[in-house]
T-cell receptor
Framework: NAGVTQTPKFQVLKTGQSMTLQCAQDMNHEYMSWYRQDPGMGLRLIHY???????DQGEVPNGYNVSRSTTEDFPLRLLSAAPSQTSVYFC???????????FGSGTRLTVV | AQKVTQAQTEISVVEKEDVTLDCVYE???????LFWYKQPPSGELVFLIRRNSFDEQNEISGRYSWNFQKSTSSFNFTITASQVVDSAVYFC?????????????FGAGTILRVKS
């Protein structure tokens, strides 16, 4: 069982570039989320999904898009990268409310 | 709205000392779940414990113990006889259910440094 797989692990972007962070899980979890981690601020929710075709915004959604065409995949798109989006991004999934979330290993993104 | 407060930004202890990490949460929901995660220097997030709002029993797992008190909205984490390998960032988190799903809200984290 691979769990939650995130790619790439590291990425450097120039301001204005776009890219997609990939997230895939093989546990048949309905719930998937994207978080960003910044020093002193914990993990903040960007977008989440409660199933294929259903997504919603979290606490800090601006500048990011998501879609969920399959149960397994939940990509995060940066439309036009900005230095403020320099962060570590985590994808997570869970089978349902009250169960622990399984996290990917993270993507460290630097926007210059 | 849900909120988790970890007032201790950073704690330093000497090996073998006991240390308690504080967590205070806010929610109006009667059904909710509390979690602790550990993030070692390698960066991954490791699940430690889950507790639901109807179970106020304290839990002990080896050197780790958790004290859940609904009266004070706290879910504190104690490490007994700390070791250098306990050095990490520890996050407390709160999950509540909505009709369309659930969200997991994190505190800002506490950096624990255990010195030998």
């Amino acid at each position: 069982n691979a769990g939650v797989t995130q790619t790439p692990k590291f990425q450097v972007l120039k301001t204005g570039q776009s890219m997609t962070l990939q997230c895939a899980q093989d546990m048949n979890h309905e719930y998937m989320s994207w978080y960003r981690q910044d020093p002193g601020m914990g993990l903040r929710l960007i977008h989440y999904s409660v199933g294929a075709g259903i997504t919603d915004q979290g606490e800090v959604p601006n500048g990011y898009n998501v879609s969920r065409s399959t149960t397994e995949d939940f990509p995060l798109r940066l439309l036009s990268a900005a230095p403020s989006q320099t962060s570590v991004y985590f994808c997570a999934s869970t089978v349902g409310t009250g169960y622990g979330y399984t996290f990917g290993s993270g993507t460290r993104l630097t926007v210059v | 709205a849900q909120k988790v407060t970890q007032a201790q930004t950073e704690i330093s202890v000497v090996e073998k000392e006991d240390v308690t990490l504080d967590c205070v949460y806010e929610t109006r929901d009667t059904t909710y779940y509390l979690f602790w995660y550990k993030q070692p220097p390698s960066g991954e997030l490791v699940f430690l414990i889950r507790r639901n709002s109807f179970d106020e029993q304290n839990e002990i797992s080896g050197r780790y113990s958790w004290n859940f008190q609904k009266s004070t909205s706290s879910f504190n984490f104690t490490i007994t006889a700390s070791q250098v390998v306990d050095s990490a960032v520890y996050f407390c988190a709160l999950s509540v259910a909505f009709w369309w799903g659930n969200k997991l809200v994190f505190g800002a984290g506490t950096i624990l440094r255990v010195k030998s």
